[in-house]
């Protein structure tokens, strides 16, 4: 599987503060069966030097362990009217984002068009958490905006409560999602991508699955939009199963 979302780089965020926990949690992400991971800790202005000597030292340990490292960054969105050149995912013209706003603010249009000119295209993180309205009226509209959306697995597998689940699967539903990822913080707060895909797979279908844990991150490695991800519509006799 391909991780596009983790705080996998140590002392540079509230991810690992050691050497040795980083590698703990690369060992979670063995067992996981994660093959590609993307070390995206928080954008802070300044410390740019300070991820890619820590992505330098860990990506021959991820290496040793079967798994490709890539580096990018999470983006505050307080970050994106100001700051340029953006760190983006591997390279691509993606840009990781946290929006960290319950609503839209005047200016995210303006700011998102601005992005768009200057070459880069958004993903949203872990919607599911952000705009907990049930009717994904805030997400509709930043997909409009030509925006992406970045589940996090746990939010999937129910870590994050209920409402959290319920809105990160009416976002499936709704074809919003395009990516899942582990947010992965530490040993403890760690990945679950195999548990997502497994419980994704029995409710949503293997195509559905692929898509979000596999293709659609292959396309962000080749620097092309993803695929949208339709779930098939139940059939009538199925709505009342359990």
């Known amino acids: 599987m391909i991780d596009i979302h983790s705080h996998i780089l ?3 965020d509230d991810g690992p503060k050691t050497l040795e926990r980083s590698l703990e949690m690369l060992d979670y992400a063995q067992k996981d069966k994660i093959t590609t991971l993307f070390a995206t800790s928080h954008f802070k202005p300044g410390l740019e030097s300070d991820f890619s000597a820590r992505y330098e030292e860990l990506k021959p340990r991820a290496a040793e362990r079967g798994i490709e490292l890539i580096l990018g960054t999470e983006i505050d969105y307080v970050h994106l009217a100001t ?3 953006l760190l983006t995912l591997g ?5 990781l984002v946290d929006m960290r706003q319950p609503y839209l603010e005047m200016s995210c ?3 998102l068009y601005q992005l768009s000119l200057d070459g880069y295209t958004v993903i949203i993180a872990h919607p599911e958490r952000l705009f907990m309205s049930p009717d994904l009226k805030i997400v509709h509209e930043l997909a409009e905006m030509d925006c992406f959306f970045q589940l996090n697995a746990s939010s999937i597998v129910g870590r994050h409560g209920g409402q959290a689940q319920h809105i990160a699967f009416s976002i499936i539903k709704a074809g919003l999602a395009h990516y899942v990822g582990s947010d992965a913080h530490s040993p403890r707060r760690n990945f679950a991508m195999s548990e997502a895909r497994d419980l994704v797979n029995k409710k949503f279908g293997g195509e559905v699955t692929e898509l979000l844990f596999e293709v659609n ?3 962000l490695l080749k620097n092309e939009a993803p695929y949208l991800v339709t779930p098939p519509k139940r059939k009538w006799y199925q709505i009342f199963k359990r």
């Open 109 to 111: 249009s303006h700011v």
């Open 91 to 95: 390279g691509s013209k993606f840009i």
């Open 10 to 12: 140590y002392g540079v």
């Open 217 to 219: 991150a292959q396309q």
């Open 83 to 85: 700051t340029r050149p």
